[in-house]
């Protein structure tokens, strides 16, 4: 999370963004059992989106800005991007 919050930081992204994007990355990872985000990869994500569509219900908002907070990790703090979709 201190990578994630340094990156962050560093492209000036806001103190609430910062810690909404801290908040999803925390989420996907206690959602997939603790399992390390650079294991995982374009189907975990898509699972957790349709957790959040499907069971929880989330607004259209929330929809956007979780993935959004993923594909963040992977595209810049883990230099791992997701595929095509994203």
Known sequence: ???????????RYSLRTEKTYCYWIRFFIRFKRMLPPATMADNEVRQLLEYLTIERRVAAATQDQAPNAIVYLYRHVLDQPLGEGW
């Open 1 to 11: 999370m201190e990578r994630e919050k340094a990156t962050l930081s560093v492209i």
